[in-house]
């Protein structure tokens, strides 16, 4: 069993930037890819980003390729995701979750963070 603690999120004025975090603990974490995940009222969640614990690969969604980076630092078994240039269109809550396949559906993740609210104001 995989407990996932996301934290990080806040409110920032549009063009600003956040530094989301989740450790990861228990389970085989080397075993797992880490995804972020974002849902915006009314809407469905969201895949943003994903990384590999074990050879550190990295994907993106297309649309936000440019302005993210996701992470990890294994020492700390904590993963990153790095947002810059934020418009208020990603306010969102953002989550992270841990699966055995590197995947953008959110189905294929098994463990899930409890969420961490990101606002940007314009």
């Known amino acids: 069993q995989v407990q996932l603690v996301d934290s990080g999120g806040g409110l920032v004025q549009a063009g600003g930037s956040l530094r989301l975090s989740c450790v990861a603990s228990?389970?085989?974490?080397?075993?797992?890819?880490m995804g972020w995940f974002r849902q915006a009222p009314g809407k469905e969640r969201r895949f943003v980003a994903a990384?590999?614990?074990?050879?550190?690969?990295?994907f993106y969604a297309d649309s936000l390729k440019a302005r993210f980076t996701v992470s990890s630092d294994n020492a700390k078994n904590t993963v990153y995701l790095q947002m810059n240039s934020l418009t208020p269109e990603d306010t969102a809550v953002y989550y992270c979750?841990?699966?055995?396949?590197?995947?953008?559906?959110?189905?294929?993740?098994?463990?899930w963070g409890q969420g961490t609210q990101v606002t940007v104001s314009s």
């Open positions: 990384v590999s614990w074990s050879v550190n690969t990295t």
């Open positions: 979750a841990a699966g055995r396949t590197q995947a953008m559906g959110v189905a294929s993740y098994d463990f």
């Open positions: 228990g389970g085989t974490l080397s075993e797992y890819n």
